[in-house]
């Protein structure tokens, strides 16, 4: 949430005027724009093997839409979450743990109504998720895992206006979507097959410009 509202104070000024028939936009959630890192070390208690305990996050979410026409827009995204912890245990032993998510979709919007600032819309996401799991041997046992999944996602949702908070080109984009997901690779092998599932954004925003 707070780089959420960092986000709406950096944007502000240059979204100050509106634009009659935006070509971009982008959206944004409280995990779904943006540019991050965390560093958080931990202090053992004595009984703990471990002498030092750090983790390392880094995470970039990205999503751009081109409008086509009114009706009609196209877009990409990009999400990449990775975590990795280094360890050193009071027996003198080092390793690391290393965990990455990359997600590349690509999405297709249509527009109810040729005011794309107010309109329903309905839309289609494709995307393909790679995990990937890593452990040190020396103190946990040896890990390798490789995962990869493809999402379909069914998309519905309104903007509506927030011209009262001085807010032209930025709306709310509350949206329902239903997804189905087919597991590959060690999510196979793992015994995991397709799964479905629904989702609600509540907090969500669409820049428009």
Do not use: C
Not at 8 to 21: D, H
Not at 58 to 72: F, K
Not at 155 to 181: A, C, E, H, M
């Amino acid at each position: 949430m707070q780089r959420l509202i960092i986000l709406f104070l950096v944007l502000l000024p240059t979204f100050a005027l509106s634009e009659e028939n935006p070509k971009h936009m982008v959206q944004v959630t409280p995990r779904g724009f943006g540019v991050g890192a965390a560093y958080e070390t931990t202090y053992p208690r004595n009984e703990s093997i471990f002498r030092d305990f750090n983790i390392f996050r880094g995470n970039i979410d990205l999503n751009y839409t081109y409008t086509v026409t009114p009706r009609v827009q196209v877009g990409g995204i990009l999400s990449n979450n990775s975590e990795k912890r280094t360890y050193a245990t009071k027996a003198g032993q080092t390793g690391r743990v290393s965990i990455n998510d990359l997600l590349v979709g690509m999405s297709l919007y249509w527009n109810f109504d040729d005011e794309i600032m107010h309109s329903w819309y309905m839309g289609f996401i494709f995307a393909v998720l790679n995990h990937e799991e890593e452990y040190s041997k020396n103190v946990f046992n040896y890990l390798e895992d490789d995962k990869n999944s493809e999402t379909y996602e069914l998309i519905v949702g309104k903007r509506f206006d927030l011209k009262k908070w001085g807010l032209i080109n930025i709306k709310y984009s509350p949206s329902f979507s239903l997804y189905t997901q087919r597991a590959r690779k060690d999510y196979d092998d793992d015994g995991l097959q397709d799964g479905v599932g629904v989702s609600v954004q509540a907090i969500k925003f669409d820049i428009l410009f």
